[in-house]
């Protein structure tokens, strides 16, 4: 692929996963003003299909790659609120602005941790949350220095995982997670089962080897 814009040709050069953005980036200087930059680039589940998720210095787009048409919608960063976001708890974002919500899924660890320590150098206000599947409501989550996460910070199931390191180093700065309130037993065992699908994702992914993955399982499961 190649781009007539050096700003796109840079972001694109730095994604991991490009697969389903060929007819996205190609024309994606069509829908970039001249007066903004191309900051990071992330391949993303988009509107039901293979899409883009584009961050520039002024607006955030979601772009479906489709060869007939072109669906996207944008964001100005002026108007970004709250972002939902954590690479081991789920493998995507939304973020919520003055206009609506902007929701992608299945991006690439390294290429989401990136574009998000991106967005909140941008936006130095914007505050982060994490909603957990099969909890109620949301864990908020403290505002945090992007440039200096913190490897080994326990998620919210109380797990100083491997997978949870890995995802820092890959530049996934999320910020520090409050103590979580002690589980009843039914809801114990259906956090265990979320865990146990977070790390099979991250198995999938590469990010954790077959060693890993058996033993970061039997110790989920070894917990009371």
């Known amino acids: 692929m190649s781009s007539p814009r050096r700003d796109i040709a840079e972001a694109e050069a730095r994604m991991r996963v490009t697969f389903g953005t060929r007819t996205a980036i190609k024309n994606l200087h069509e829908i970039i003003h001249e007066d903004e930059t191309v900051q990071e680039l992330a391949a993303c589940l988009y509107a039901g299909g293979d899409g883009v998720l584009i961050l520039t210095d002024k607006r955030i787009l979601g772009l479906r790659d489709d060869y007939s048409k072109y669906h996207y919608r944008d964001h100005a960063l002026a108007g970004a609120q709250k972002l939902d976001y954590d690479p081991v708890i789920h493998?995507?974002?939304?973020?919520?602005?003055a206009t609506g919500r902007l929701v992608v899924r299945k991006m690439h660890v390294e290429d989401s941790g990136r574009l998000v320590a991106r967005?909140?150098?941008?936006?130095?206000?914007?505050?982060?949350?994490?909603?957990?599947?099969?909890?109620r409501g949301r864990v908020?989550?403290?505002?945090?220095?992007?440039?200096?996460?913190?490897?080994?910070?326990?998620?919210?199931?109380?797990?100083?995982?491997?997978?949870?390191?890995?995802?820092?180093?890959?530049?996934?700065?999320?910020?520090?997670?409050?103590?979580?309130?002690?589980?009843?037993?039914?809801?114990?065992?259906?956090?265990k089962r979320v865990l146990m699908g977070v790390l099979a994702d991250l198995h999938a992914k590469g990010l954790l080897s077959d060693a890993e993955l058996a033993a970061k399982l039997a110790q989920v499961a070894a917990q009371p």
């Not at 493998?91 to 602005?97: C, I, Q, R, Y």
């Not at 967005?119 to 909890?135: D, H, I, W």
Request: hydrophobic share 40%.
């Open 91 to 97: 493998d995507g974002f939304a973020l919520t602005t």
């Open 140 to 191: 908020p989550i403290r505002p945090a220095d992007p440039a200096a996460p913190a490897p080994g910070t326990p998620t919210p199931d109380g797990v100083a995982a491997a997978a949870t390191d890995q995802a820092y180093a890959a530049g996934a700065a999320v910020g520090a997670f409050p103590p979580p309130p002690s589980p009843s037993g039914d809801q114990a065992e259906a956090d």
């Open 119 to 135: 967005l909140r150098a941008l936006v130095p206000g914007l505050v982060l949350e994490v909603t957990r599947p099969g909890a």
